[in-house]
């Protein structure tokens, strides 16, 4: 095992069985994190996100495959592992009960650290994370961005080498959520920690270094964010047709038109040549009366990467069945 | 080891934080037993005295009407209805008006004398329990009547009393000692409460606290961190077992000071005993705490425990008449070990030599729940 892998997974599987039968909510995940390194897996509602997050840390059994963190085995180690890692479960799960510096205390305590050394960590950990005002007050009256800062500061306290955060600004306001990322950035670059994350938010994979995408249980792209964009086919063009409907339904149908995806009132088309595709879609709305407002070429974002590479996924998947049938 | 200490020793003080701050809860678990022994106590002592009686008397002499009199005295029949047959009788107790019914026939004095007489006790049979106290009572009214009525007949005739007294003096404590209804109820009963009360606490109480951090999602940030299994569930029955403590003074206490029910035994044992019975019902909590997915089904699970608990374990009644199978599943219960050790200690005054076998048992009962309760809880969430 290469001394600079922090997080790897090897054709990993895990399979729920249901009363309908087995599910496989991880199907073959194949990845690697580097020490150091900020990891975004990166996937919608149901992908297999916090399945995978799950079977690596060993809180859930692995059905087939390799996962270790650190070296350790996410089945045979699990104590190494839990005295090495951090992690912020999905749902804010500190105890609500206790207050700021008793959940601190509790978890420092826990994890084995020492007195002195509380007394050193946990005000730098509470300065850190903007809490040292708030020590006497009970978890469950913080607010959702405090929450999820304590829940990092606790996961911190025994200054783990990597820590896992399962959707950590869920339901979290974006100023928070920029404060909170910002605090990531902080330790990556001061501490080295490995972060792993996973997030439905597309602005939270663009921060990271490497990202995976996972759907329906597999990892389609696994990639620097800047090489995942580059995936998507063709160039992006943006506009607002007068008439959404219409011409939503025409576009798709022109030559060299290789991807549509709607964006609130806008249409996002991908094409093979922006400068001469442009006019032919003018024109095409054009012969049935709609306008086109701010027709515009722009770099496409993760969000669009990402929406066309699972709709390209799907595709494959419907065109499989239909060859199956 | 040491680090063992400290994670135990860290999520005991968590605990006893969070026990200490819901402190709505706490006063709850520290006042429902009282609560309950009043009513449990009250009601229970009530529910078998002043049965409302139907009287058909058709004799209406001087013998019958001592007759009903002693009925009344002793406190169990309320012969306050006056009928005139045997079918009015039957008739007010299908109309649920009486619980009891006394038929004596016309000449009631005359077998009285000739020493055969015969009084009809009719109960309403759907409430076994008036019928099982009702008839002792009854019977021993009955004969004690008789007792007295062969005393003062003998004394009429002038026969010598001492001969006589001192053949039926006997007679007279062997049934207070069987039927007497004192020691019937509330010293039998007292003891039995305090089993239930104690089992209903800890099983109720534990139950809830691993499915609840399942539920809440703590339970994944606490299986996150190094603690091993036993640790956790050492110290999630900690401040259970201090509570428990607590109650089962309290529970002992009352019956002792108010319900003047007797301490025969030793305290000590009993103290002791408490506590490995306290062990046994936590570890059963645990053990439904940690098989149970939702808090709904943890309740699920202990209401039916409860009410198993009330039929099977000779609390209410006796277990020498149920089937071998219905027993079998009493016997799965910590309570049926702990009543018999309650009463044995508190109303009969035994010690070990008498109750070693419910000991052994129990003792291997909570070893046996413990194990399967951390076997069961893994270091895993499926």
């Known amino acids: 095992m290469n001394d600079q892998v922090a997080i790897f997974a090897k054709d990993l599987v895990k399979r729920f069985k249901t009363r309908s039968g087995a599910v496989d909510a991880v199907n073959g995940v194949t990845l690697q994190v580097r020490r150091g390194e900020t990891y975004g897996l990166i996937g919608p509602d149901g992908a297999g996100k916090t399945t995978t997050t799950r079977v690596i840390l060993g809180l859930l059994k692995r059905t087939a495959g390799k996962s270790s963190i650190l070296g350790y085995d996410s089945m045979h180690d699990t104590y190494e592992i839990r005295e090495r890692v951090g992690y912020i479960a999905q749902q804010f799960a500190l105890p609500g009960d206790l207050t700021v510096m008793e959940n601190m205390r509790f978890f420092a305590d826990v994890q084995g650290v020492s007195r002195d050394e509380q007394r050193r960590r946990i005000p730098e950990l509470l300065d850190f994370a903007g809490l040292s005002d708030f020590t006497n007050r009970l978890g469950s009256q913080l607010s959702g961005g405090m929450k999820k800062k304590l829940a990092l500061a606790c996961s911190l306290v025994h200054e783990p080498q990597v820590v896992l955060l399962d959707e950590p600004t869920l339901g979290v306001d974006p100023v928070s959520r920029r404060e909170f990322w910002n605090l990531l950035g902080n330790l990556r670059a001061e501490k080295g920690l490995t972060i792993f994350v996973c997030t439905p938010y597309m602005d939270e994979a663009e921060r990271c270094n490497w990202v995976g995408l996972m759907y329906q249980g597999k990892l389609v792209a696994h990639d620097s964010p800047e090489t995942v964009k580059k995936m998507v086919p063709g160039r992006l063009l943006e506009f607002t047709p007068s008439n959404f409907v219409p011409a939503w339904r025409l576009i798709p149908g022109l030559d060299g038109v290789l991807e549509v995806q709607t964006y609130g009132a806008m249409l996002h088309v991908f094409v093979d040549d922006p400068d001469g595709r442009r006019n032919e879609i003018e024109h095409a709305l054009a012969a049935q009366g709609i306008t086109c407002e701010g027709m515009r070429e722009i770099e496409p974002r993760m969000e669009e990467a990402f929406i066309s590479l699972i709709e390209r996924q799907s595709g494959r998947q419907m065109e499989e069945t239909r060859d199956a049938v | ?382």
Not at chain 2, 169 to 197: C, E, K, Q, W
Not at chain 2, 207 to 230: A, D, N
Not at chain 2, 301 to 308: G, N
Not at chain 2, 369 to 377: G, H, N, R, W, Y
């Open chain 2, 1 to 382: 080891m040491q680090k063992s200490l400290r994670r135990t020793f860290a999520f005991i003080r968590k605990e006893m934080i969070q026990s200490l701050r819901d402190w709505r809860t706490l006063l709850m678990i520290l006042a429902m037993p009282v609560i309950m022994m009043f009513f449990f106590a009250y009601a229970v002592n009530l529910l078998v005295d002043h049965m409302p009686t139907a009287v058909a008397d058709m004799s209406r002499d001087d013998e019958s009407r001592a007759f009903i009199e002693a009925l009344e005295i002793s406190g169990y029949f309320d012969a306050k209805m006056y009928v005139e047959s045997e079918e009015d009788v039957i008739r007010m107790i299908d109309e649920e008006r009486a619980k009891a019914g006394v038929v004596i026939p016309p000449d009631f004095a005359a077998r009285v004398e000739r020493g055969d007489a015969q009084v009809l006790i009719v109960f309403d049979g759907s409430e076994s329990l008036a019928v099982q106290t009702g008839y002792s009572a009854a019977s021993a009214i009955a004969q004690t009547h008789s007792v007295e009525l062969l005393m003062s007949k003998a004394g009429q005739m002038g026969a010598a009393l001492g001969a006589l007294g001192g053949g039926a003096l006997p007679i007279d404590t062997s049934i207070r000692v069987l039927y007497n209804p004192d020691m019937d109820g509330l010293v039998f009963m007292v003891p039995g409460i305090a089993a239930i009360l104690l089992q209903l606490l800890t099983i109720g109480q534990v139950s809830m606290v691993v499915v609840r951090e399942r539920e809440l999602g703590t339970l994944e940030q606490l299986l996150i961190t190094p603690v091993r299994p036993l640790e956790l569930i050492i110290s999630k029955v900690m401040p259970n077992i201090i509570i428990t403590i607590a109650d089962t003074v309290l529970i002992v206490l009352i019956g002792v000071v108010w319900f003047d029910v007797p301490f025969r035994g030793s305290i000590w044992l009993f103290a002791w005993l408490s506590l490995l019975f306290i062990v046994s019902g936590l570890g059963l909590g645990l053990l439904v705490s940690t098989v149970s997915q939702t808090q709904k089904q943890a309740q699920q699970i202990t209401a039916v425990l409860m009410v198993l608990t009330t039929m099977l374990t000779g609390l209410f009644y006796p277990r020498l008449t149920m089937p071998p199978v219905v027993r079998a599943v009493g016997d799965l219960i910590p309570v049926t070990y702990f009543i018999r050790i309650a009463r044995g200690i508190i109303t009969k005054g035994v010690g070990l030599s008498f109750l070693w076998r419910d000991v052994v048992i129990l003792v291997i009962y909570a070893i046996v729940v413990i194990v399967l309760a951390s076997l069961t809880f893994r270091r895993r969430l499926d």
